[in-house]
């Protein structure tokens, strides 16, 4: 129900996206990121439409991140890193598990049962209470990361220089994107400074994502995914029907398109995005 949910409101961002109307939602989460810890309800809504309109699902709870921030750091840091950009564990902050998790329901499972394999103990310590605050406190850091080029106002957006965005482009985006191809009128579909440097942070749009599930005699179904966590997976088949296994008992690759994008995130700088916002806006 939650997941359908969410795939809605996706679907009204994206068509938000196209409109130019979208900047109205957009400019209270300018003013709202300078100031992160006000939380009167005219400013919390602005927050959630900054979520759906950088596709990060429901925005986190402030309140229990903050309780969860000394547990994840207690238990966590020392591994995912101080604020979860990885160590010698994974970033957490570029996990798809992470980016697709609500409200620790496939957080959770990782924590209480670790990963034996992988190198990560399980925490069996730990109440679900803590476990929630402490994927709350994980999904901040998403935000935080997401959100970044956000806190900066437009007008220090435009200020970037478009000979160095460029320059950045062909050297960081020219392997997947191309100014005369696919990107070609890309500053007509998004006139807003805003709206163009939201779009290169974060392209990601919620949907049903695709897998393909291959089953312990081989043989393999594609179709879009309706559940999928440690223990059970649910995959309505392209050919037809809804199949569920238990998700130890096969393999499934869930292709991750925008990866790329995820292993950009950490790098930018801001005059980076500004930079390569004021050159997209250019090409019309
Ligand atoms: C001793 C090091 C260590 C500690 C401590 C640790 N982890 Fe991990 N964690 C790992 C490693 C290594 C992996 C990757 C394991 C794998 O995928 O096989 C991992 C994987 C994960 C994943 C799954 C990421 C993904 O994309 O699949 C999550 C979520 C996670 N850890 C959260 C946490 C949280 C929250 C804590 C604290 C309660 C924690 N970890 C403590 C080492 C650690
Ligand atoms: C590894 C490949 C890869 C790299 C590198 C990459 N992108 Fe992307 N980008 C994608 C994919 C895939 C999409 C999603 C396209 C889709 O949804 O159909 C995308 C989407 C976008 C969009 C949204 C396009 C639209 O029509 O709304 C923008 C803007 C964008 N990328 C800009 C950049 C910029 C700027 C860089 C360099 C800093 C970059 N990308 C680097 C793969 C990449």
Known sequence: MSKTSTILLSATSLLCLTAALCYIHLKPVLANAQEPDQQTPARTAPTRNSHDF??????????????GEPIYKENCATCHGPSARGAQGPNLVRSVLVLHDEKGEEIGPVIKNGRPQGGMPAFTNLSDTQIYDIAEYIHLQVE???????????????SGDTEKGKVFFAATCATCHSVAGDLATIGTRYPQPAAMLARIAWPSTHGPRQATVTTNNGKKLTGTLIHYDDFETTLRIDAGGTSTWSTPTVTVDIPDKLGGHRALLPKYTDDDLHNLTRYLMTLK
């Open 54 to 67: 950088l596709g990060l699902g429901p925005a986190p709870d402030t309140a229990a991140a903050k309780l």
């Open 144 to 158: 935080l990361a997401a959100n970044r080029g956000l806190y900066t106002h437009s007008n220090t957006i435009i």
